[in-house]
């Protein structure tokens, strides 16, 4: 089973592996250092109307917009970057289970990409 959690008000559950590309909204992308000093980037956001934090991403991949996790999840990054607080909250408390710190949440740095390639392809 796959290691994401998720907030429905008053407690965080595990997400079954699901076949095919989950889309997710109000997404981001942040990079965590674990309680043991390594650093791996995870999508948060708001996929099935919940606030999700992925795994560990292995793959990113800016012309289709989606990202692999490394629990074999795939992601599609719909709709512009945003920000869920579930999905935070939920960032918060897994971080605080394990120990792990956020490094950066790299919502503006996005932002700036995707316009870009909106420029490039205008």
């Known amino acids: 089973m796959e290691m994401h959690i998720t907030h429905t008000p008053g407690y965080i559950r ?3 592996l699901v076949p095919g590309a989950t889309p997710i909204e109000k997404w981001s992308l942040v990079t965590i250092q674990t309680a043991k000093g390594t650093r ?3 999508v948060i956001g708001r996929a099935d109307n919940e606030g ?3 795994t560990a991403l ?3 991949d800016w012309k289709t917009l989606t990202v692999q996790t490394s ?3 795939i992601y599609e990054l719909v709709g512009p970057p945003g920000r869920d607080a ?4 939920i960032m918060g408390m897994a971080h605080m289970a394990r120990g792990d710190r956020l490094i950066k949440n ?4 996005i932002i700036r990409l995707l316009r870009a390639m909106e420029h490039n392809h205008a």
């Open 14 to 16: 595990m997400i079954p």
């Open 40 to 42: 791996a980037k995870h």
């Open 52 to 54: 999700r934090y992925s």
């Open 58 to 60: 292995v793959e990113i």
């Open 71 to 73: 629990s074999g999840r």
């Open 86 to 89: 579930d999905a935070h909250w």
């Open 106 to 109: 790299h919502l503006k740095a």
